[in-house]
């Protein structure tokens, strides 16, 4: 158990490091709305276009990367969306077995499927080299092996999930000390 533990501690620094890459691409992110409301406005003003299509298809990419890159860290966190009328009052014992079921049965399965559906689409893209029908838009086949890349992480987070929820119901590991001290 000790090598699989190993092995869940080595997906969850590298989810953290992609995470915490994910959570800088907010700030760009920002810039570059803020970038794209300021440059339309004062464009119109001083008769000049100061923004493109490039610039807002960026805002989008950007999005899509924090999105998908740091669903896996959320993940590890647990920061995902979780109805827990019930859940939330179980020993952690009941909590471990209900998350490596929810993991072994929903999470790694649709991951796989999402990875199986998209990967004739993104094939596709890369054979045509697929941009943007917008004038002056972006390349995007890039951006959509991402989603590739994302679904990719949440199945490794979800393995090192599975390993830590085994052994907390088996007794191997104690509830606290899943969680690491690297934060945001």
Known sequence: MEKLLEISRIIDAMN?????????????????GVWNVVGRYLGKAVGQSLTSNALIETQWYLFSLVFLLGAAY???????????????????KWKALADLAGTLLFLIPFCILAIGFSLNAVIASWQTLETSPDPGGLPRYPIKTVPLIGFALLILQGISQAIKNYAIFTGQLQPQETHHESEL
Request: aromatic share 14%; proline share 6%; net charge neutral.
């Open 16 to 32: 953290d490091r992609i995470g915490k890459f994910a959570g800088w691409l907010v700030m760009v992110m920002v810039v570059v």
């Open 74 to 92: 959320a993940l590890k966190h647990d920061e995902h969306v979780r109805v827990d009328v019930f859940y939330s009052n179980w020993p952690p």
